[in-house]
């Protein structure tokens, strides 16, 4: 496929696989990390692959790492995971009004493979262009859960020469990828919204510091975070 400026549209299926290429490190570097710690989690490889391909949600792939590991019942894992990702509601609800020009079946398939990373790199376009293509959405999507399908297997590969993966401390990897993204994001805001954004991060933290005394952490974090999104786009300006 020719990536020649004059051959690209914003909307194509090209534009939005370029436009992914820059996350690939963040999905390069968590899938791999995944594979290894699923391997010490005493997953087999095609174990793994599946649950990439299935799941497709690093966070909650890495929480079900941990819960098979302490040997939690098969209903509290799949019941965490939903939790988990609940938040996926939201970023659907987020760019679903700019796809509306195209089918249920097709909306269907942007919201099944909208990750966090194409999430802000979707909200970034519309921020510029105010606008979405189901091409361009299409090439973003489907070029990160090639890449992350990858990663996860290789890294469950590595993972079996790799002696005590464990003692790595891979799973950091995770907030290290989510910190990345909410740097490049607000490094793209005017100064305005940046104020904005940064007292909404903070009222995050003072909301989720408190709501951790009451509440389970998956739940103090899923509470916090709705209440924080409703906050935010009601004094959007």
Not at 61 to 81: D, E
Not at 105 to 133: C, P, S, W, Y
Not at 202 to 211: D, E, F, G, N, T
């Amino acid at each position: 496929m020719n990536f020649n400026e004059s051959t690209i549209t914003d909307d194509s299926f090209a534009q939005g696989i370029k436009d992914c290429i820059p996350t690939l490190l963040g999905y390069i570097s968590i899938g791999v990390a995944f594979g290894v710690i699923g391997i010490t989690s005493n997953l087999s490889v095609l174990e793994i692959f599946l649950l990439s391909v299935l799941v497709y949600a690093g966070s909650a792939q890495f929480i079900f790492c941990g819960l098979y590991v302490a040997g939690a019942p098969f209903s509290v894992i799949i019941v965490t995971t939903f939790i988990v990702n609940l938040r996926h509601f939201l970023m659907s609800l987020t760019v679903a009004p700019h796809l509306t020009r195209y089918s249920s079946l097709r909306n269907i398939g942007f919201g099944t493979l909208l990750t966090d990373e194409t999430f802000g790199v979707a909200v970034t376009k519309v921020m510029k262009d105010k606008q979405l293509g189901g091409n361009w959405m299409d090439g973003l999507n489907l070029t990160a859960y090639l890449a992350w399908i990858a990663s996860c297997t290789i890294g469950g590969v590595v993972g079996k020469w790799l002696p005590n993966a464990e003692d790595w401390g891979l799973d950091f990897a995770l907030l290290a990828m989510f910190s990345a993204l909410l740097v490049l994001s607000l490094s793209s805001v005017g100064k305005s919204k940046l104020m904005h954004y940064l007292k909404l991060i903070a009222l995050m933290a003072i909301l989720l510091y408190v709501l951790l005394y009451f509440l389970p952490g998956h739940l103090a974090v899923l509470i916090a975070t709705m209440i924080v999104a409703t906050i935010g786009v009601a004094t959007e300006k």
